[in-house]
């Protein structure tokens, strides 16, 4: 800031709110016009460098996704067997994560001897047991479920132990001492306490899924999305890989927008 | 030349025309004479923060303009002005010594003497014993009296002081008044102070700002005709109990008002 | 906590570990499952023996280790830097933060082939996929810390007179530090697993590679050698950042 002459403070401050108040509406514009800026340059880039490049323009993606990817019945087919795969996944790590977070953070004895061990299993990367996934499983879908529910298993658990663990215990004396059932302890007492921190670990939960599901996709290479993932980058076809993934994360932007109306219903129902 | 000079302030909180758009202060003027010890008064809410922030540079008014020594205050001025917020804003990551130092550092005062200020504004409030805490280990009302110390060790010509004694009992407060009052009479700074205290209000200051219910407005002025500093047994005598009263009144319907508002 | 209450937890857990071990045996003897899925433990000590001993082990390592440091280097340096910039402004936090969590809430393991198109087989595109990984929670957590300073302690250092260089060094610093480390551990560790996980898809070299390999050749004495290795390694890391946290917070 400048110190400009006396007087001129009486017009100068409220210019500046101005200014101020215009930029706070201005930000999704700003967002969204640098991406489309983005798109444009790199549009404009491709087809300077004669369109051989390995980075396909934004057009040429979208033609290959309307001419290549989507009439394509066997790679709709690898995508649908792949959301399918997320949402399986998804439902085991839910319910077995909230189950075993509830199991584990039920007494002080087990959140303090169990919950160490959970955190060690979730520090380890467990991308190096993906072989194990496949030789167990097969490249199936069950491999994949399996590996996808693994990753979002843990997020799960340690929020929901994370939640109970806040838990005051007099609430649970005085359930008890009312003569509720446990299942009425949780749905009544323990539920309520641990929605936060536990739609917390919700969302984040299925971008583990998701991310567990999509490292086996693709480490699998002779079926599924792997498969097709492969083949362009091995015959250097850009269009349909930028294609295809832009499908794959359009679903994962979609799974994660589930997951926020699920809570934002949730919440509003409970509220 | 008026120390301070605020001339017909307004300000409102968030955009125009939006609901949520809150009148904070309308059209506030008066002057802080050199040396002057004023007090706002006013119902929670009614903009004293807000005021305060302005003359301390944090914040442009919607209208009006703020001076200080005839020139606009468009920044802190650190030379000029000491702000003591209403709320410790001692940096928890610092020990109490370390808060002082960056003040000191900032004041440019030679790295030999931060030890000796620092103690000497630390024992003017009674905390000499917690230069090494960090503020997490100190109770709120601890906070405040060092914070309180800190922003007289800025050692400018004017204080502007949030409700420093919030957080204090009643006794601390009385003592922490009285030498205020002494420093006061000893250097003659100008002081720009809020307070909930009635009595805090008539024995520190010269002149009380009694400001209405949101928006703010300088609903009338109160002057005490005492010399600083002042004996406590200024709180006994007649006058004292008079103003105090004055006061009160002057108050008491702002307050339903506001009151009332909220309810509605 | 009193005596007993420490050594429960301790006697648990050391029970469970003691019955998967055992479990382990009996399963691998009993012969119900298959070796190839499951060896027994000799088998996979003897492995890990010859593993460490062999040729091939420390090159392995030395790939997998260097490409990790340095896409972990580029992710922390980028991280902060854009966490830094971007903060620099409400509006252009207010515009993306929204699009970086938004993008890390993806898993950009989508993106992988496309690191593999443009950066070949080589370490170049594991160490590219790690760098753009790890970079999300770094800046992420930048954003944050820099954006939700205590408006009220900025306030109180501008009146004091600090210089912006002293306002970041004595106010968004120390306020911002403790989220800035959360981000920079979780960085590291996604580059880890990134690295892992892209020479086990698509890769020539690197100890992610030789998991996928052991298992290909069918030799799971071999690929659980490498798995030791890779939570033994998971393990020190975990201790050493925290240490170097610890380290850092008391200082
Ligand atoms: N940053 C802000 N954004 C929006 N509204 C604000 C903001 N700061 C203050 N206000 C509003 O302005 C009004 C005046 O606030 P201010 O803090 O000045 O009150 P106050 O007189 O200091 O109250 P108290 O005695 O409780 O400290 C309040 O009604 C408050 O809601
Ligand atoms: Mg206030």
């Known amino acids: ?224 999305i792997g498969y097709f993932t492969r083949q362009f980058a091995d015959t250097f076809d850009p269009a349909p890989l930028f294609a295809l993934i832009s499908v794959l994360t359009a679903i994962a932007i979609a799974m994660n927008a589930m997951v926020r109306l699920a809570e934002r219903h949730w919440l509003r129902w409970k509220g | 030349m008026a120390a301070i000079s605020v001339r017909a302030v307004s300000h ?56 200080v020594d ?88 004017i204080l502007l002081m949030d409700e420093p004694f919030a957080a204090l009992d009643e006794q601390s407060r009385m003592v922490l008044g009285e030498d205020l009052s002494a420093l006061l009479g000893r250097t003659g700074k100008t002081i720009l102070f809020v307070t909930h205290s009635l009595a805090e209000a008539v024995f520190l200051s010269d002149r009380i700002l009694v400001l209405s219910a949101r928006p703010g407005r300088v609903k009338a002025t109160v002057a005490v005709n005492e010399p600083h500093p002042r004996p406590p047994d200024f709180m006994l005598t007649s006058d004292f109990s008079e103003l105090r009263n004055q006061c009160y009144a002057l108050l008491r319907d702002e307050i339903r008002l506001a009151m009332a508002e909220a309810v509605a | 906590m009193t005596e007993t209450s420490r050594l429960w937890p301790c006697a648990i857990q050391g029970l469970i570990a003691a019955g998967g071990l055992l479990l382990w045996f009996v399963v691998t003897q009993s012969g119900e499952v298959s070796p190839l899925f499951l060896p027994a433990p000799d088998a996979v000590v003897n492995a890990w023996v010859a593993l460490v001993r062999s040729d091939e082990f420390w090159p392995a390592v030395g790939v997998t280790l260097t490409t990790i440091a340095a896409a972990y280097i580029l992710a922390a340096v980028a991280g902060l830097l854009t966490g830094w910039l971007i903060t620099r402004s409400p509006l252009l936090t207010r515009a993306f933060e929204p699009l970086v969590s938004g993008i890390f809430a993806i898993p950009i393991t989508l993106f992988f082939p496309l690191f593999i198109l443009l950066f070949g087989i080589g370490q170049e595109s594991k160490l590219a996929y790690g760098a753009v990984y790890g970079f999300f929670p770094v800046a992420l957590n930048t954003i944050a810390g820099f954006a939700h300073v205590d408006r009220r302690l900025v306030d109180a250092a501008r ?60 030799e799971p004495a071999r690929m659980y050698a490498w798995i030791v290795c890779v939570v033994a390694a998971a393990l020190v890391l975990t201790a050493l950042v925290s240490t170097i946290e610890r380290r850092f917070r008391d200082s």
């Open chain 1, 1 to 224: 800031m400048s110190g400009p002459a006396a007087g001129t403070i009486a017009e100068l401050a409220p210019a500046r709110r101005r200014v101020a108040a215009g930029w706070l509406h201005g930000s999704a514009a700003l967002r969204w016009g640098t991406l489309i800026t983005i798109a444009v340059l790199w549009e404009v880039a491709a087809r300077w460098s004669g369109n051989n490049g390995l980075v396909a323009p934004p057009t040429a993606i979208l033609r290959a996704l309307v001419t290549q990817i989507l009439p394509d019945g066997q790679i709709r087919a690898a995508l649908i067997v792949a959301v399918v795969e997320i949402t399986a996944a998804y439902a085991i790590a839910v319910a077995g994560g909230f189950l075993i977070g509830v199991a584990v953070g039920w007494t002080r004895l087990g959140r303090n001897s169990l919950f160490p061990i959970v955190l060690f299993f979730y520090a380890i990367p467990q991308v190096a047991f993906l072989p194990l996934f496949v030789l167990g499983f097969g490249i199936g879908p069950a491999a994949k479920i399996a590996f996808g529910c693994s990753h979002g298993i843990f997020p799960v658990i340690v929020n929901t132990i994370a939640g109970m663990r806040n838990i005051n215990p007099q609430y649970v004396s005085a359930a008890r001492c009312m003569g509720i059932s446990r299942a009425g302890i949780v749905r009544h007492v323990i539920f309520p306490h641990i929605t936060g921190s536990f739609f917390a670990g919700l969302r984040l939960s299925m971008t583990m899924t998701m991310l567990g599901v999509i490292l086996a996709e693709l480490y699998v290479s002779t079926a599924g």
């Open chain 2, 12 to 67: 409102s909180f968030g955009l125009p025309g939006k609901q949520n758009r809150i009148a904070a202060l309308k059209n506030v003027s008066f002057d802080v004479a050199p040396g002057e010890f004023v007090t706002i008064l006013g119902p929670s809410g009614c903009g004293k923060s807000t005021l305060l922030n302005m003359v301390g540079g944090l914040l442009s008014p919607s209208e009006g303009a703020v001076q």
């Open chain 2, 70 to 157: 005839g020139t606009p205050v468009l920044q802190p001025l650190p030379e000029r002005i000491a702000y003591v917020f209403q709320e410790s804003t001692l940096f928890p990551w610092y020990t109490v010594e370390e808060n002082f130092a960056i003040l000191l550092r900032c004041r440019d005062v030679p790295r030999s003497e931060w030890r000796t200020r620092t103690l000497a504004a630390l024992t003017s409030v009674g905390m000499q014993d917690f230069a090494g805490h960090y503020p997490k280990q100190l109770s709120v009302g601890m906070r405040q009296r060092i914070n309180l110390a800190r922003g007289i060790a800025s050692d400018t010509d």
């Open chain 3, 159 to 218: 009146c004091m007179g600090l210089s912006r260089f002293g306002l970041f060094r004595h106010v968004l610093l120390p306020a911002a530090s403790p989220v800035i480390f959360t981000g920079l551990r979780v960085g590291f560790f996604i580059c880890f697993a990134s690295v892992l996980g892209g020479e086990a898809i698509a890769s020539a070299a690197g100890i992610g590679h030789n998991i996928a390999l052991s298992a290909e050749l069918f």
